[in-house]
C-alpha cells in the first residue's frame, strides 16, 4: 500500500497565484516526521520541511505554509503568490521510527508556475 | 542542517564497466545510509539501507550483487553499479540518518549514464 500519497501530478499556475500540493499519508507509527523536499530541474533535494507526529501546529515560513492534521492524515504544502522559481517537483515524504526512518516518498506533483 | 556530499555528481561510462558512487556524512556520523534510485519523472525508490560496518539490506527485486553498497566508517557509504547497462541509466541519490534525532539528509545526487 501506498505509505504517500500525492494525489497531483501536475498543477499549472499563473504567477502570483496561490496553490496548495496536497499529500496524505498512511501509518501505525505513532512516532514519525513528515517533510517536504523540492528538486529543480537540477535534480538536487532541497528540504522545506520537517514535522514530527507530535506537533500539529501549522508553520509559516515566508511564502511557504504547512498545514499538518492527523484527523486527515494530511500534510499539505501552499505556496502564497508564487514565482517562476516554485517550478519544481515536490516530494512529501514520510519517516518510522518503527522502521528504522527510512523515507517513503510520495510520486511527486511537477508545479510549474507561468509567468 | 547537516551536510551530506556525494560525488560525482555526473559520470558517464561505457556497457560493461563499473562505477562508484560516493556519499559522505562531512559534519556528522551517520551509522544509517540509505540509497535511492529515481527514473524520469518517478518518485525515488529505496533501494538500499547500509548500516556502518555491516552488510546492506536490499529491497526487494534490487540485485545485491550488481549494486554493491559498502559502509565502511560512520561518514562514507558507496555504492557500485557493476558490469553496468544502458538501463541501469537513473539518478542515484544518497541520504544519510543523523543517529539521535532520525533525521535525515539527502546528498546532491549522481546522473549516471550508461553508453
Same mark, same amino acid.
Given at each position: 500500500?501506498?505509505?504517500?500519497?500525492?494525489?497531483?501530478?501536475?498543477?499549472?499556475?499563473?504567477?502570483?497565484?496561490?496553490?496548495?500540493?496536497?499529500?496524505?499519508?498512511?501509518?501505525?507509527?505513532?512516532?514519525?516526521?513528515?517533510?517536504?523536499?523540492?528538486?529543480?530541474?537540477?535534480?538536487?533535494?532541497?528540504?522545506?520541511?520537517?514535522?514530527?507526529?507530535?506537533?500539529?501546529?501549522?508553520?509559516?515560513?515566508?511564502?511557504?505554509?504547512?498545514?499538518?492534521?492527523?484527523?486527515?492524515?494530511?500534510?499539505?504544502?501552499?505556496?502564497?503568490?508564487?514565482?517562476?522559481?516554485?517550478?519544481?517537483?515536490?516530494?512529501?515524504?514520510?519517516?518510522?521510527?518503527?522502521?528504522?526512518?527510512?523515507?517513503?516518498?510520495?510520486?511527486?506533483?511537477?508545479?510549474?508556475?507561468?509567468? | 542542517?547537516?551536510?551530506?556530499?556525494?560525488?560525482?555528481?555526473?559520470?558517464?561510462?561505457?556497457?560493461?564497466?563499473?562505477?562508484?558512487?560516493?556519499?559522505?556524512?562531512?559534519?556528522?556520523?551517520?551509522?544509517?545510509?540509505?540509497? +535511492?534510485?529515481?527514473?524520469?519523472?518517478? &518518485?525515488?525508490?529505496?533501494? /538500499?539501507?547500509?548500516?556502518? *560496518?555491516?552488510?546492506? %539490506?536490499?529491497?526487494?527485486?534490487?540485485?545485491?550483487?550488481?549494486?554493491?553498497?559498502?559502509?565502511?566508517?560512520?561518514?562514507?557509504?558507496?555504492?557500485?553499479?557493476?558490469?553496468?547497462?544502458?538501463?541501469?541509466?537513473?539518478? +542515484?541519490?544518497?541520504?544519510?540518518?543523523? &543517529?539521535?534525532?532520525?533525521? /535525515?539528509?539527502?546528498?546532491? *545526487?549522481?546522473?549516471? %549514464?550508461?553508453?
Amino acid at each position: 500500500a501506498q505509505k504517500v500519497t500525492q494525489a497531483q501530478t501536475e498543477i499549472s499556475v499563473v504567477e502570483k497565484e496561490d496553490v496548495t500540493l496536497d499529500c496524505v499519508y498512511e501509518t501505525r507509527d505513532t512516532t514519525y516526521y513528515l517533510f517536504w523536499y523540492k528538486q529543480p530541474p537540477s535534480g538536487e533535494l532541497v528540504f522545506l520541511i520537517r514535522r514530527n507526529s507530535f506537533d500539529e501546529q501549522n508553520e509559516i515560513s515566508g511564502r511557504y505554509s504547512w498545514n499538518f492534521q492527523k484527523s486527515t492524515s494530511s500534510f499539505n504544502f501552499t505556496i502564497t503568490a508564487s514565482q517562476v522559481v516554485d517550478s519544481a517537483v515536490y516530494f512529501c515524504a514520510l519517516s518510522e521510527a518503527n522502521t528504522g526512518n527510512q523515507f517513503y516518498f510520495g510520486t511527486g506533483t511537477s508545479l510549474t508556475v507561468i509567468p | 542542517g547537516a551536510v551530506v556530499s556525494q560525488h560525482p555528481s555526473r559520470v558517464i561510462c561505457k556497457s560493461g564497466t563499473s562505477v562508484k558512487i560516493e556519499c559522505r556524512s562531512l559534519d556528522f556520523q551517520a551509522t544509517t545510509m540509505f540509497w +535511492y534510485r529515481q527514473f524520469p519523472k518517478k &518518485s525515488l525508490m529505496l533501494m /538500499a539501507t547500509s548500516n556502518e *560496518g555491516s552488510k546492506a %539490506t536490499y529491497e526487494q527485486g534490487v540485485e545485491k550483487d550488481k549494486f554493491l553498497i559498502n559502509h565502511a566508517s560512520l561518514t562514507l557509504s558507496t555504492l557500485t553499479v557493476t558490469s553496468a547497462h544502458p538501463e541501469d541509466s537513473s539518478f +542515484y541519490i544518497c541520504s544519510a540518518r543523523v &543517529s539521535f534525532t532520525g533525521e /535525515a539528509f539527502f546528498g546532491q *545526487g549522481t546522473r549516471l %549514464t550508461v553508453v
